[in-house]
Every structure is written in C-alpha cells, then in structure tokens.
C-alpha cells in the first residue's frame, strides 16, 4: 500500500500549529492529497438557557461554529499553499456533540487517516474518546499524533509491536506506506514467555523476515518484563531507541454506543510521546 490520500482531523483548532505541519511533512514525503476535515458539532440547548429564545442560542452557537470553521479553513488553504499540496476542505455537520462518527465517514475513502491526540483535560474540540472511537471506527490505519508537537518526518526508525495477532499483523503492514526505504524497524513482542505456543523459540523473526523482503532493516527483540503493560513496555522501548514511530494494534471491540479497549492500546493512545500507528 501506498499513502496518496490522507483524512487530516482539523477539530483541535489550539493544536493547527503543530498538528498541519506534521502532516503536510507526511503528505510531501509520499506526494500524497491532504483531505482536511472539520466536523460542526451540534448546538447543545442547556436548562440555563430557559429564559432566552431557543432558536436564538442556536443560531448564535451555530454562528459561532461556522466562524470557527471559516478559520480552520484558511489556516488549511495556506498550509496547502506553502507546501505546494493537493487536497481540499470538508466542512461536515455532527448530528451531535460527537463528531468522530462524521470524520470516519468521510476518512473511510483515503490510505491514511490523521489526527491529534486528546487530551482529557482540556476542550480539543471533539469528544474524550474520540481517537479511541476513530481508530475502532474508521476501518483505515490512524495516525495519532502527540499534541503540542510538531514533527518533521517519521518512518526512519521504527518500533513495531508484535504479538501474532490480527491487529498486531494489519498495523505492521499498513505502517510499510510510512516507513522508509533502508528504515531501522525493530520488531518487539512483550512477555512472549505468557504465549510460548505462539511466540515459539525466536518471537517475532518470521514476522522480521516478511517486513526485511521490503527493502528494510529489521530486527526482532523480544522483550520480558515483570508484568508490565504492554503499552508502557513499547512506549519505553521506543524512547529508549530514538524511535519516531511506534506501530500497534489496537485491541478492543465495538459494543452499542460504547467501545472498549484493551489496557495496552488505551495507554499508548493516552501517553504516547511520539506519533503512533494503529490497526484494528
């Protein structure tokens, strides 16, 4: 797979400054269109409200929106222009305050979808779990990017993580579109020891093998801890390498209106301090 189309979440409109960067990096490096996604979320009527006219608190939020939106706009349009890019603005509706059903839908026609990592203590403009519901929800690899950081470049030295699973393979070849010719991949499979049926004597050498065949460096570590979490274990692991991409499947499965993740994946999402690639 190569990337030539990639969904750019826009909702974190603090975040611009660092997040347009890193994928206008992302998109000059694989000539790819930058698809920019700004979801209008839909105007909540609250109880305090009950003295003034409804339809003008709406109107007024929705005014308030839109100016917003017309902003992220132009922001978008001059990134495209100064990086000599391809691609256009989506300007969609929520049909609530949730707006990662909306970004899926229009993400699910490109290679890659990118966004910014949420923080829960402070308004990013979209939901708190909103990367948890995209990577489950959208059906292409996410890149979710650390907020307030700005990067150049990612694919030259990578931490894959890697367990045999059906997540851990579909991140590990998704991620081969970011990753460079004569890339440094490390392949890690944490406490194989819990899984030796599967993990066999050499964890991770065959799945090293297949990723070496494109042109890639790749080693296969495996890595015991002490009953760590998988996801702290892999964050560390790609600290200590210098890595400037850390690649995972995500774990978790879908249930009405609620969405539940595995402790490896949910900790990645939440502390990663370097772009992250996930599968599910």
């Not at 992302?26 to 305090?48: F, K, M, Q």
């Not at 203590?121 to 292409?140: D, K, M, P, Q, S």
Request: aromatic share 6%.
């Amino acid at each position: 797979m190569t990337v030539k189309t990639i969904a750019l979440s826009l909702n974190d409109i603090d975040n611009l400054d660092h997040l347009l960067p890193t994928a206008a990096a992302i998109a000059n490096a694989n000539d790819a269109h930058l698809s920019g996604i700004y979801v209008i979320p839909s105007v909540e009527v609250y109880a305090a409200y009950a003295g003034m006219a409804m339809a003008d608190v709406v109107d007024t939020q929705r005014k308030r929106y839109l100016g917003m939106a017309k902003a992220v706009q132009d922001k978008f349009a001059h990134t495209l222009d100064i990086n000599g890019l391809q691609g256009e603005f989506h300007q969609l509706d929520a049909i609530n305050m949730t707006v990662s059903r909306e970004f899926c839908e229009a993400a699910r026609v490109a290679d890659l979808a990118i966004i910014a990592q949420v923080d829960r203590e402070t308004y990013c403009g979209v939901e708190a779990e909103f990367a948890e519901n995209v990577v489950l929800g959208v059906g292409r690899p996410v890149l979710i990017v650390p907020r307030g950081s700005t990067f150049d470049g990612i694919g030259k030295k990578v931490v894959m993580g890697w367990n045999g699973s059906r997540e851990a393979a579909r991140a590990c070849f998704d991620a081969l579109a970011l990753v460079g010719k004569g890339a440094d991949v490390t392949v890690v499979w944490v406490d194989p020891q819990k899984n030796r049926a599967e993990a066999g004597n050499a964890p991770g050498t065959e799945m090293a093998s297949a990723l070496a065949r494109h042109g890639l460096k790749v080693s296969a570590e495996p890595m015991p801890t002490s009953d760590e979490n998988a996801g702290e274990a892999l964050l560390t692991k790609a600290s200590d390498a210098g890595a400037d991409l850390l690649v995972m499947g995500a774990y978790g499965h879908s249930r009405v209106r609620e969405f539940v993740f595995g402790g490896a994946s949910d900790t990645a999402i939440k502390t990663a301090k370097l772009p992250l690639l996930m599968s599910h």
